[in-house]
Structures are given as structure tokens and as C-alpha cells.
């Protein structure tokens, strides 16, 4: 029969506290990730259908390769979507990762509070006997 040890509770609990320190900047990280990612993807699939639209509006009027450029073609705001869709994910990511850790930590203390009832409990039964 397997015997009670204390140190592989403290282990338990001391990994736990560990994750926890962790866990909200991975989450943050993966949130402005797939936050950029799901910005990223569909606005360049639609601006490369603009440009396509461009080309085939004026094809066949010159010798091809001096299409004119739209006037309002000042700059893509795509990055600027991105890095602001992208922060917008790493805030949701950071607000989870924040409940996650916490999780942790009050498994990590309920781990520590069990091992200090049965330590307190030991105690009571060595000096009764």
C-alpha cells in the first residue's frame, strides 16, 4: 500500500504555482496571434480581389503594364487593422490567461491546505497515543 508523502504534495503544489506565472503571458501571446491572424487572412483575401478587379478593369487599354493606380491608393490600412485586431486579442488572451492562473493558484493552495490538515491532524494523533 502506498504511503502518505508530503514532499510529493509540495512538488504538486510548487509546479502549479510555476504554471501559473506562465500561463497569462502564453495566453496573451496566443490571443494577439490568432487575433492577428484572423484579421490578417480575410483582409488580404479581399484587397488582393480589389487589385485583381483593378488589373481587369483596365486590361486591354495600353500595353499592360502601365495600369493607373486609384486615387484614394494612398497606402494598405491592413497592419494597421492587424496590429489593432491583433492587440485586441492579446487583451481577451491576457483576461483569460488572468482566470486561468488563478485557477492554478487556488488548486496549488487547496493542494497546500489538505497537506497541512493532514500534517495538523498528525500531530494530534502522536500526542493522543
Known amino acids: 500500500m502506498a504511503q502518505y508523502d508530503a514532499n ?22 496566443v490571443g494577439v496571434i490568432i487575433g492577428a491572424a484572423l484579421a490578417f487572412i480575410p483582409l488580404t483575401i479581399l484587397e488582393s480581389r480589389n487589385t485583381q478587379a483593378i488589373i481587369e478593369r483596365y486590361k486591354g487599354t495600353g500595353n499592360g503594364l502601365d495600369v493607373p493606380v486609384p486615387e484614394n491608393a494612398s497606402g494598405s490600412i491592413i497592419p494597421s487593422i ?3 485586431v491583433g492587440l485586441i486579442g492579446g487583451m ?7 482566470r486561468k492562473s488563478f485557477e ?11 497537506m497541512q ?13
Do not use: M, P
Open 104 to 114: 492554478y493558484k487556488l488548486q496549488a493552495q487547496l493542494t497546500l491546505c489538505q
Open 8 to 29: 510529493i504534495l509540495q512538488t504538486f503544489a510548487d509546479r502549479l504555482y510555476a504554471k501559473a506565472a506562465w500561463v497569462t503571458f502564453h495566453y496573451c501571446f
Open 82 to 84: 492587424v496590429l489593432v
Open 92 to 98: 481577451v488572451g491576457f483576461a483569460v490567461g488572468r
Open 117 to 129: 490538515t493532514e500534517f495538523n491532524t498528525r500531530q494530534k494523533a502522536d500526542k493522543t497515543s
